[in-house]
């Protein structure tokens, strides 16, 4: 396996496989893990593209972090994973045979997929609800809620959140282009709710609202943005999917122009700006 920018080869009895992995592509993207006899992966339903005939594929009920608990443990995992919207299940890919062995997976958006090890941010990271896509085995996939009741009700987020728990490798995937940021102590930084794709715990997250009634009803970007405080790194997406499945929606009703995301006039806003 070549080494490239995003890429990680390397071995040691770390809590979490120390998987070896590349991720190709540009705007399609998919990463390629290569496995050690008896290491294993695991990813999202839905996301395999294609393995070696020695990994073995097991769907496991929970988020098959494999630290035990028993039942009550896998329930609870699953229970987590249900809140946040995602399948009951995971997936396991174990290579049970000799040599090297590897396994595919692929962000179903355009964007990009971001490799993070969890001990270097501190082991968790938290993310948007859907943008988990593969795994070591032994990260654990759990729910961050907001503490604040206003950030719940009006974060583009919602109430629940992705959180990614552990010392292994994590692969999110984050719409259009990914831009990381380095929050000093102190610093603030605002960003559209729907781009704000990750972030470690030690920022800040609350919600400020536009000024400005004309900025309010005309912006077409809503009426609050996230304001981030350091320290800390953020990772901000150009392009969630929610606005891209909006924008084909519109397209597909016929109506098309830019429609504006939170833009309190909706199509109103469209015939003032000309766009209809």
Known sequence: MSQGPWSHHSRNAAVSDDIDFEIKGQELQFVEIEL???????????????KDASVD????????????????GALLGAGKRLLTGESLFTTVFTHQGRGKAKVAFASPT????????LDSVGGTLICQKDSFLAAAKGVSIGIAFQR????????GEGFIMQKLDGDG????????????????????LHVDTGCLAAYTPSVDFDLEMVRGVKSMIFGGEGLFYARLTGPGKVWI????????AGRMLAAAGGTGGNQGEGSVLGGLGDLIGGNR
Do not use: H, N, Y
Request: aromatic share 10%; proline share 5%.
């Open 36 to 50: 050690d006899p008896g290491e294993s992966a695991i990813a999202e339903a839905g996301s395999f593209v294609w």
């Open 57 to 72: 594929m097991t769907t496991v009920f929970g988020d098959g972090a494999g630290q035990g608990g028993g039942f009550m």
């Open 110 to 117: 355009p964007g990009a997929i971001l490799p993070i090890k």
């Open 148 to 155: 604040r009741i206003g950030t719940a009700l009006f974060g």
């Open 169 to 188: 490798w994590v692969f999110v995937q984050m719409g259009g282009t990914l831009v990381e940021r380095e929050l000093a102590a102190g610093e603030v």
């Open 237 to 244: 997406q150009s392009l969630p999917f929610s606005r891209l």
